[in-house]
């Protein structure tokens, strides 16, 4: 059964696992580790662990969703969106932000599924790959 809930520290081997099998380096753990800490880290399971969601809700006092990651194999299965589905029930804020690289097209597609507008871009984060940035405003605002 999938099951989105927030991340416990009991999770955080499987994540920074998941999180190196994408990018190649695990230098993002410290930032994992206290994102659980502070309840900004959700995951999703079908089982074992296929993904996770890092977000933070001081973003010009908005929500925005800093990372998405997937298990590679387990892409294209619906779980980026039912990580965003869940993060939209418990925001505490009525606006939503996130971001991708213009190359990130799969990225894209997602945000376009679920509803997210194109807001703007961002230049020089990666050279040659600017930041595109997405909208939402949460259900019920």
Do not use: W
């Not at 399971?45 to 969601?53: A, C, D, T, V």
């Not at 387990?74 to 991708?100: C, D, M, V």
């Amino acid at each position: 059964m999938r099951e989105v809930k927030y991340a416990q520290l009991s999770d955080l081997e499987a994540i920074v696992a998941i999180d190196q099998q994408v990018i190649g380096h695990a230098n993002r753990r410290g930032e994992i580790e206290r994102a659980i800490r502070e309840q900004a880290c959700l995951v999703i399971k079908e089982g074992n662990l296929k993904g996770f969601l890092l977000f933070h809700t001081e973003f010009f006092e908005n929500a925005f969703v800093s990372l998405i990651i997937i298990v590679p194999e387990e892409r294209r299965k619906g779980y980026a969106s039912s990580l965003l589905k869940y993060f939209e029930k418990i925001s505490p804020r009525k606006k939503i932000f996130s971001s991708t690289n213009q190359s990130n097209n799969e990225m894209q597609k997602v945000f376009h599924k679920n509803g997210y507008s194109l807001s703007g871009m961002i230049e020089n984060l990666d050279p040659g790959d600017p930041e595109l940035i997405y909208f939402k405003y949460k259900e019920n605002h």
